[in-house]
């Protein structure tokens, strides 16, 4: 199969030399700074936004002694990394760095510590300011799926903490603590109504299979695929082409890809979960994606094409394992997505990479907004996973490039906006199960297939309730990225 692309030359890349200048200046700190010096050269050489961040400059420093002077001024590697970042939370939402790449890397085969479910909404019910939070699935085999929780579950305390429009926020224990209680109740009307079941979740590890339901619908006299994929990870490539194969053989004429809790992953797999859909581009030759990168990197920006074959990668290491035939589709002419404010990156990049080829219904919320991407940089000559220094495990995550679609289009930074709008809150009393066809955001898909409804907003009339805001992000949640082990060297 033809290579992706090639992220690292041969040879060992000087971080510090642009093509323009070969004679630039090579810092060299001392030992006890190895780390911020990774930071600072990593930055240097791979941050898409390298030219905008004078403190990035190649000609920032005089000399070793002003460049140890300049690394001594942040405590921490972290704190470093922060000061580099471009116009940090407006223009740069996205970079970051961790302590343990291990941790990382396992994140990204689907493996992290978990209480094993995803937060579907918090919700206010009532006038008199009472919250709610409500399940959007479990994942099989983890605490939550032990505790006998499942999507459209309500809880109403969390923590001890009977939620309201004042405390919610205690919902961020989600994030950080390795142990939560939760409550639950019932809502009708905006009444709450304790159920008397409550479960203590404790953190532990968990392996989740993002090909989390698929089921073909027969609806309205047509054959519907419906796919709820939550994570594009390269280690389950083989269980996604799985699905597709039974979707080839059995016919289907219409496709439902429900991403509204995918809030992205690897280029690789979106460029084949594309190849699959729209089997009548050329392989190796239509081009999904291109990616552009810094004026340091200008050869490492390369296309994505549609493929006939896929790589598959090992669960526990992510080395890999060999090709696959990809079950490509000949018979679609439109795809249907299903999307939240969740719905970012690795998932947008479906949605803008299938639009020059076919027509992408977006049914839901407005996307996230997310037009760039990343690759881990490790600290070795050439930043790769070859030779790393042995000393730590810090690894960086920032943003490398920015990617487009055949047309040359990525305006999408506030996200793509439904043609269908469906806010499923406001069906937080009865959350349906996936491929229950009375599901609001299926629902609404089923009936513009089947013609029943016109392309507006399909939302209850209720008013005295609303979707809250505020709370942090899960970890690595919102990615799209290159993964060490894609790289071909």
Aim: charged share 25%; hydrophobic share 35%; with cysteine.
């Amino acid at each position: 199969m033809k290579k992706l692309f090639y992220l690292f030359v041969s040879g060992v890349l000087l971080w510090s030399c642009s093509d323009k200048d070969d004679d630039a200046f090579v810092p060299d700190p001392s030992e006890d700074l190895e780390i911020h010096d990774f930071v600072w050269k990593g930055m240097n050489t791979w941050y898409f936004w390298q030219e905008e961040v004078n403190d990035l400059g190649d000609d920032r420093f005089a000399s070793s002694e002003e460049y140890e002077d300049f690394l001594n001024n942040y405590a921490t590697p972290e704190g470093l990394f922060d000061h580099l970042i471009y116009e940090d939370g407006t223009v740069d939402r996205f970079s970051w760095i961790v302590d343990d790449y291990e941790v990382l890397l396992s994140s990204f085969r689907g493996e992290s510590d978990s209480f094993g479910f995803e937060i579907g909404g918090l919700v206010q019910v009532n006038d008199a300011n009472d919250v709610i939070l409500y399940v959007g699935y479990v994942v099989p085999d983890s605490p939550a799926d032990d505790a006998g929780m499942s999507r459209g579950d309500i809880v109403y305390k969390f923590d001890n903490v009977a939620l309201n429009t004042s405390n919610y926020q205690v919902v961020n224990n989600f994030y950080s603590n390795e142990s939560i209680r939760l409550e639950f109740a019932t809502v009708s009307n905006g009444i709450i109504t304790p159920t008397g079941k409550s479960s203590t979740l404790n953190l532990r590890s968990v392996q989740e299979n993002p090909v989390h339901f698929s089921e073909v619908l027969n609806y309205g006299g047509r054959k519907i695929g419906y796919l709820v994929y939550h994570a594009f990870r390269n280690t389950y490539n083989k269980e996604l082409n799985d699905v597709f194969e039974d979707f080839k053989n059995s016919g289907i004429e219409e496709l439902v890809l429900d991403l509204r809790y995918n809030g992205g992953g690897s280029v690789s797999t979106s460029a084949y979960l594309a190849s699959m859909i729209y089997g009548d581009a050329a392989a190796e030759k239509e081009v999904f994606a291109t990616l552009a990168y810094n004026s340091k990197n200008p050869r490492e920006g390369g296309s994505y094409p549609f493929f006939d074959k896929a790589d598959t990668y090992d669960k526990s290491t992510g080395k890999n394992n060999g090709t696959i035939t990809i079950n490509r589709l000949n018979s679609l002419t439109r795809v249907y997505v299903l999307t939240s404010g969740d719905t970012a990156s690795a998932s947008e990049m479906i949605i803008n990479g299938l639009k020059p080829f076919m027509e992408v219904i977006v049914i839901g919320e407005t996307t996230y907004g997310k037009n760039v991407g990343s690759q881990t940089l490790f600290d070795s000559s050439d930043f790769s996973t070859r030779n790393i220094n042995p000393n730590h495990k810090y690894a960086m995550q920032p943003i490398t490039f920015k990617i487009y679609n055949k047309n040359g289009e990525s305006d999408y930074t506030h996200g793509f906006d439904p043609d269908i709008l469906v806010e499923e809150y406001h069906s937080y009393e009865n959350i349906r199960a996936f491929g229950d066809t009375e599901e609001s955001l299926l629902s609404a898909a089923l009936n513009d297939i089947s013609g029943f409804s016109a392309r507006s907003m399909v939302s209850p009339s209720e008013t005295n309730i609303k979707a809250l805001k505020g709370l942090k992000e899960q970890r690595f949640s919102k990615e799209m990225y290159i993964v060490p082990g894609e790289i071909q060297p």
